[in-house]
């Protein structure tokens, strides 16, 4: 994929603002050195697993290490501040999802659309509301009917208030009406460790769950995403029973702002390159994902849009991220 300096300074004005300095030239032809991506999620999550296969890829065409730093906490922010913080040299990026635009319009401090600069997408996915084998409810309809008759006995757990599976939760909570307490974690393994140890009731997962869900410890009630996903063939979208509901998940990558365009080139071309290899594509289907890619202008306009999205939806309903 070829991005010429004109094509990308000027579609990304837009997005996120960039200058360029003309004629520049750099000291060290990037990378130099190894190159840190922060995580804003647990070891063991559908951001950790998607930022290690990425790193790797991009260790390998690019010829220095990219290591995974995972700084949980905060529904992404203490990731996404620490690579605010950083000097705009390429060697810090965020690994950036959903949840850093559901937080961008809410917190005055740490502002993933003004302050970050989009690289690329890499792969977008979606939740499973999932619950124990055993749970008495085997159909979405039969949870709804379930939760109605007991309000406020079931509880719902995900990977953190403020974070996409929180929200993807209160929006089928809204929908159907129904009344279930939340349960914040850490991450969707502890979330999960919790739901198989019978501490709640059910949990909206990411895909890091699906291994578990195809070995029968688990059952998945439903996709959040708008049609039916092929990890998990037999499982129905929530919008099949909630007309309107659709809630999913993408990820991508960020540096800090005014990072040079010839290194978001750079980054931006491995990625798509990763992205049509048929051996990525393979190890991103294996774990419930379906590639993305794009420019970064594309990037940051879905940043911007999907901002947009969720901060309505939470201002309009007065949703809690406490």
Do not use: C
């Amino acid at each position: 994929m070829r991005l010429s300096r004109r094509v990308f300074v000027r579609g990304l004005g837009g997005a996120i603002a960039m200058p360029v300095i003309p004629g520049m030239a750099r000291a060290e032809v990037y990378p130099a050195r190894p190159v840190k991506l922060v995580v804003g999620f647990a070891p063991g999550s559908g951001p950790d697993i998607i930022a290690r296969l990425t790193a790797d890829w991009l260790s390998k065409k690019l010829g220095q290490p990219f290591m995974v730093e995972d700084r949980q906490g905060a529904g992404s922010n203490i990731a996404t501040e620490t690579v605010i913080r950083a000097p705009s040299d390429g060697y810090t990026l965020l690994h950036a999802t959903v949840a850093n635009t559901i937080n961008a319009k809410l917190n005055d401090r740490v502002d993933f659309t003004r302050d970050t600069t989009p690289v690329a997408a890499i792969a977008r996915a979606s939740f499973f509301l999932v619950v124990q084998s055993s749970f008495p409810a085997r159909t979405v309809p039969d949870l709804i009917k379930y939760a109605k008759a007991n309000p406020g006995k079931l509880t719902m757990g995900s990977s953190g208030s403020g974070s996409a599976p929180y929200l993807a939760g209160e929006l089928f909570k809204i929908m159907s009406g129904t009344e279930i307490v939340h349960v914040p974690y850490t991450g969707t393994p502890q979330a999960i460790t919790e739901l198989l140890a019978g501490r709640i009731s059910l949990v909206v997962a990411d895909p890091s769950a699906i291994e578990i869900v195809k070995a029968g410890r688990l059952r998945a009630l439903a996709a959040t995403a708008a049609s039916t996903q092929d990890i998990l063939p037999d499982v129905p979208p929530l919008g099949k029973f909630l007309p309107g509901y659709e809630a999913s998940t993408w990820h991508g990558i960020s540096g800090p702002k005014n990072l040079p365009w010839d290194i978001v080139a750079l980054l931006n071309r491995a990625i798509n390159d990763g992205l049509a290899d048929k051996g990525m594509k393979a190890r991103l289907a294996q774990v419930g994902f379906a590639p993305m890619g794009g420019s970064p202008l594309e990037f940051g306009k879905l940043i911007n849009d999907e901002a947009h999205k969720w901060s309505d939806l939470i201002r309009r309903e007065n949703i809690s991220l406490h």
